[in-house]
């Protein structure tokens, strides 16, 4: 069964950092892209980031380039998201997601970890 | 960046009544995909491919559409269809975008 657990959310100070994990089971983690996306409370879905199987590539939107940063740990099955810079439109609720192979869609999403910005 | 706007943005339905969502691209896509999310809970996924259905989802639903514009359709409104939908697009010169999505409930 295909597992997703986010953690590491929580209350923050503007201008301050955090990182979440996310840990994947199974499935064969090392073969996937891997993603993280938000959502504002009361508000849709938005794709924050994504990184490819080896970690040797990494994608952001504008909103979040240059404060958000993605990695894994394929040993460990294990992806992150550092985030500085916190701004309070961080407030979110964070998923990882996973794509099914060969689509471009997400066939499982883990539980969600809220983060607030907020002094 | 591929803008999706999802139509209408909250509606109700009876029980037994047809429902039709949709969304449309700012530029052509190859293909649309929809999530639902109930309240307190992840998506999950449940059409993809513009026209297939995910495991599990109830054989009323149905995806149609191509190029710029796209629906989801409940042929006859369930309780447990109460929800919002969310539409999701992917190519090769654009993000991955999201709909602002849909909010349905019962009526």
């Known amino acids: 069964e295909v597992q997703l657990v986010e953690t590491g959310g929580g209350l923050v100070q503007p201008g301050r950092s955090l990182k979440l994990s996310c840990v994947a089971s199974g499935f064969t983690f090392s073969s996937y892209w891997m993603y993280w996306i938000r959502q504002a409370p009361g508000k849709g879905l938005e794709w924050v980031s994504s990184i490819n199987t080896d970690g040797g590539s990494t994608y952001y939107p504008d909103s979040v380039k240059g404060r958000f940063t993605i990695s894994r740990d394929n040993a460990e099955n294990t992806v992150y998201l550092q985030m500085n810079s916190l701004r309070s439109e961080d407030t979110a609720t964070y998923y990882c997601?996973?794509?099914?192979?060969?689509?471009?869609?997400?066939?499982?999403w883990g539980q969600g970890v809220m983060v607030t910005v907020s002094s | 960046e591929i803008v999706l706007t999802q139509s209408p943005t909250t509606m109700a339905a009876s029980p037994g009544e047809k429902v039709t969502i949709t969304c449309r691209a700012s530029?052509?896509?190859?293909?649309m995909h929809w999530y639902q999310q109930k309240p307190g809970a992840s998506p999950k996924p449940w059409i993809y491919?513009?026209?297939k259905l995910a495991s599990g989802v109830p054989n009323r639903f149905s995806g149609s559409g191509s190029g710029t514009s796209y629906s989801l359709t409940i042929s006859s409104m369930e309780t447990e269809d109460t929800a919002t939908y969310y539409c999701?697009?992917?190519?090769?010169?654009?993000?991955?975008?999201f709909g602002a999505g849909t909010k349905l409930e019962l009526k």
């Open positions: 999701q697009q992917w190519s090769s010169n654009s993000p991955y975008t």
């Open positions: 997601a996973k794509p099914r192979r060969g689509y471009h869609y997400f066939d499982y």
């Open positions: 530029s052509s896509v190859s293909y």
């Open positions: 491919d513009t026209s």
